[in-house]
């Protein structure tokens, strides 16, 4: 404690105060103790400032990277957005061209294809068709041919059936001369002159059914009727006449025969 009371009075001095040159280094070295660390606080100052500045240039570059970000995702969006729309148009577009070329390659085809079955199916028909129509016609030939086997034409015996009518005409114009002559001139009924008369008017009726009938007969004969065969058919329409023609045919022969 000595020690420690001598020091501090020598440096009180005599008066019992500090020196003034040592209170003037204290006084300098607080000053400059202050001043440093104003100087350190300013320095911090200004690197807290730098430091503040830094992080808010930081944040503002993190903004804007954000916000790039964002453009750069709302661009990818709406880039998505219109590679999906154009791709959904592009698809729809050439699903449609190529629906509508696959549908018309597949209409194509398919009317080909009906086309062709309708085409054969018709040139089948058209054949059969034709063959049918030729069996037909060749049924019509061999039936035109048998008929013209199995018949005769008619004047082939055209001069029997002229004959035929002429005798019998002649048969029954002298029958019934011959009626009139047995009956009426024997019996005296009539006056003899009447009887010649009558007798002209037979022969006159005789010579007219002659040239009437035979005409008539030989035209359809020629015209009308065929004669098979078989036998001498005739017409119906000339079957009265022909009954007629054999009736008077067989009355005139048996007159005949009396008559000689």
């Known amino acids: ?16 105060r500090f020196p003034s040159a040592l ?13 440093e660390e104003e100087e350190e606080e300013e320095e911090e100052e200004e690197e807290e400032e730098e430091e503040e500045e830094e992080e808010e ?17 709302e661009e990818e969006e709406e880039g998505e957005e219109e590679g999906e729309e154009e791709g959904e148009e592009e698809g729809e577009e050439e699903g449609e061209e190529e629906g509508e070329e696959e549908g018309e390659e597949e209409g194509e085809e398919e009317g080909e294809e009906e086309g062709e079955e309708e085409g054969e199916e018709e040139g089948e028909e058209e054949e059969e068709e034709e063959e049918e129509e030729e069996e ?3 049924e019509e030939r061999k039936q035109k041919k048998q008929r013209k ?16 009518i002429v005798l019998g005409t002649l048969l029954f114009g002298g029958a019934y001369a011959n009626v009139i002559s047995q009956f009426v001139l024997k019996t005296d009924v009539l006056d003899p002159e009447f009887a010649k008369v009558l007798l002209r008017t037979a ?3 005789t010579l007219l059914l ?23 058919e005739i017409p119906s329409s000339v079957h009265p006449i022909r009954g007629a023609l054999q009736i008077v045919l067989t009355t005139m022969m048996t007159e005949i025969v009396r008559a000689t």
């Not at 204290?26 to 001043?35: L, V």
């Not at 240039?57 to 995702?73: F, P, S, T, V």
């Not at 002659?210 to 001498?232: C, E, Q, S, Y």
């Open 1 to 16: 404690m000595t020690s420690v009371t001598f020091i501090h009075s020598q440096m009180l001095g005599a008066s019992g």
């Open 23 to 35: 209170l003037s280094t204290s006084t300098g070295q607080k000053r400059s103790k202050s001043r």
């Open 57 to 73: 240039e930081e944040e503002e570059e993190e903004e804007e990277e954000e916000e790039e970000e964002e453009e750069e995702g």
């Open 136 to 138: 037909e016609e060749e």
């Open 149 to 164: 086997k199995d018949v005769v034409c008619v004047p082939a015996c055209l001069w029997t059936r002229v004959a035929e």
């Open 203 to 205: 022969a006159g009726l």
């Open 210 to 232: 002659l040239f009437i009938v035979t005409p008539a007969n030989i035209f359809m004969w020629t015209h009308g009727a065929r004669l098979p065969k078989d036998g001498p």
